[in-house]
């Protein structure tokens, strides 16, 4: 029997039902997963993603013992007031983060991993940076596979589409797996703009959203494809090395 791989152009879009028992991908391209694979690629220790800032400032004040820990993440993109990171990954450098535990909230990535984490088997943390790893990990579980896009605001959003893609256009045969209609729009989409991604998304409304509130650079960091072989994985309420 076919594994099959469906994708969500949204979490929102996306019943605990429909993941059960699932290898769910959580895919948000520009920019919690991007921010969340440099971190752990970094050094970090652990990471805390939540849904909101009262919830990280909850935690935040239960297990702050020292400097160890630090919060991170973003309220309409920009930095939140108090926090000591952004949602910048270019900010998660090893000399910031190495060996600290981060709190992470964000607008749509964060809340798209927690809600994976209602009913799925296993939830793999995914971007263009870390495409091709990750999709192997995924398959390695031998288990039905989900594609969650954070997506933007419960919109359909090109960067995290196109990340899909390049990761299923690593598989190699296609024929062996059962693919949902969306995850063939996912390749296609790929495969049209693989030798220039950024510029396939220069009219993207979160590339342009983010370049205009002036994180170009974020944008070019986050456009790679991998340059990042780590899989982080979301269990038992943190995200770690896998």
């Known amino acids: ?5 469906n994708t969500y152009a949204s979490y929102k879009h996306a019943l605990p039902s429909e993941l059960k028992d699932n ?26 993603p939540v849904m909101d800032v009262e919830e990280a400032m909850s935690i935040f004040s239960k297990i702050n013992k020292d400097e160890n820990v630090l919060l991170g993440g973003e309220n309409g993109s920009m930095k939140i007031s108090g926090f000591h990171l952004s949602n910048s990954p270019l900010e998660y450098s090893k000399e910031n983060i190495f060996g600290k535990d981060i709190i992470l909230t964000t607008t ?15 939830v793999l943390i995914g971007s263009l940076l870390n495409a091709s790893a990750v999709m192997q990990k995924a398959l390695s579980y031998k288990k039905n ?23 299923l256009s690593s598989i190699g045969n296609l024929d062996n797996y059962d693919l949902c209609d ?33 994180f170009k650079k974020d944008l070019e960091y ?15 309420s943190v995200i770690l090395k896998n």
């Open 108 to 122: 749509n990535g964060t809340r798209a991993i927690n809600s994976a984490a209602i009913s799925a088997h296993t």
């Open 145 to 167: 596979i989900t594609f969650l896009c954070a997506g933007t605001g419960g919109r359909y959003s090109l960067d995290d589409i196109i990340a899909c893609g390049c990761m």
């Open 1 to 5: 029997m076919k594994l099959k791989i």
């Open 182 to 214: 969306l995850s063939y729009s996912c390749i296609n989409e790929y495969m049209i703009c693989k030798d220039n991604i950024e510029k396939a998304l220069t009219k993207a409304y979160q590339y342009k959203r983010l370049k205009r509130l002036g």
């Open 23 to 48: 290898v769910v991908i959580v895919i948000d391209v520009l920019r919690a997963t991007s921010t969340i694979v440099t971190a752990i690629e970094n050094g970090c220790g652990r990471i805390y």
């Open 222 to 236: 986050c456009c790679q494809v991998d340059i990042i072989d780590n899989v982080p994985i979301f269990k038992d």
